[in-house]
């Protein structure tokens, strides 16, 4: 089946700095991408929407300059977290969705600790 | 929100019974549910799916049932075992100008007990 790899799985980043996570669709072609944020006992809400070749779409209240999200080619998508601050200390997941089929297949998640 | 996922529903089962899980959607546009098993630490896993032409359908130990006049889905698993503990998302297609984006209901613990 279609299959989601996501990197790195967890990542501890000083205050300020930048984290870049990655997504890639392994074995079928990712016309779109989804990113999501996900916080200890909630549910995920989705950040934004990325069709590959266009600029990200952002769910309200999302910053964009803050998330940035980059989908160049088929099957690559990447989500940088600008100057990041604790607050931004989340479970973040990303989902794809090849052109035409009603599945989303989504990665394994990546948890992001900021100090 | 009255609901800020901080008390999420709980269900505790004894190994063996059948488990019923459900769900309320708002967005009558919605044309296709699934339905997400999570694990912690991990990424959401499918479980099954139903597209809003169907009421009914049925994987491996799992049924999912849709009443669209209510806007309710329910997810049956049968002979529940201990590794089917974790969170239970159901996820809907919004339709509509919102077409492929999936929205994430509350979410429900499932512990099952050997």
């Known amino acids: 089946g279609a299959v989601v790899s996501q990197h790195p799985s967890r990542v501890i980043c000083k205050s300020g700095t930048s984290v870049k996570i990655e997504c890639r669709s392994l074995d079928f072609q990712a016309t779109t991408m989804f990113w999501y944020r996900q916080f200890p006992k909630q549910s995920l809400m989705l950040m934004a929407t990325?069709?590959?070749?266009?600029?990200?779409?952002?769910e309200q209240g999302v910053e964009k300059d803050k998330f940035l999200i980059n989908h160049a080619s088929l099957t690559l998508s990447t989500l940088t977290v600008t100057s990041a601050h604790p607050e931004d200390s989340s479970f973040y997941i990303c989902s794809a969705r090849g052109r035409g089929e009603y599945g989303y297949t989504f990665g394994s998640g990546t948890r992001l600790t900021v100090v | 929100g009255e609901n800020v996922g901080l008390h999420l529903p709980t269900l505790s089962v004894q190994e063996g019974d059948n488990s019923i899980i459900n769900c309320a959607y708002s967005n009558s546009a919605s044309d296709y549910f699934i339905w997400y098993k999570q694990e912690s630490g991990k990424g959401p896993q499918f479980i099954i799916d139903i597209r809003s032409n169907m009421d009914k359908r049925q994987g491996q130990r799992v049924t999912v049932l849709l009443n669209k006049t209510v806007k309710h889905l329910s997810l049956q698993i049968a002979a529940t075992q201990p590794g089917d503990s974790a969170v239970y998302f159901c996820a809907e297609n919004a339709g509509g100008t919102s077409y492929g984006k999936l929205t994430f209901g509350q979410g429900t613990i499932l512990t099952v007990h050997p």
């Open positions: 990325s069709n590959e070749g266009s600029k990200a779409t952002y």
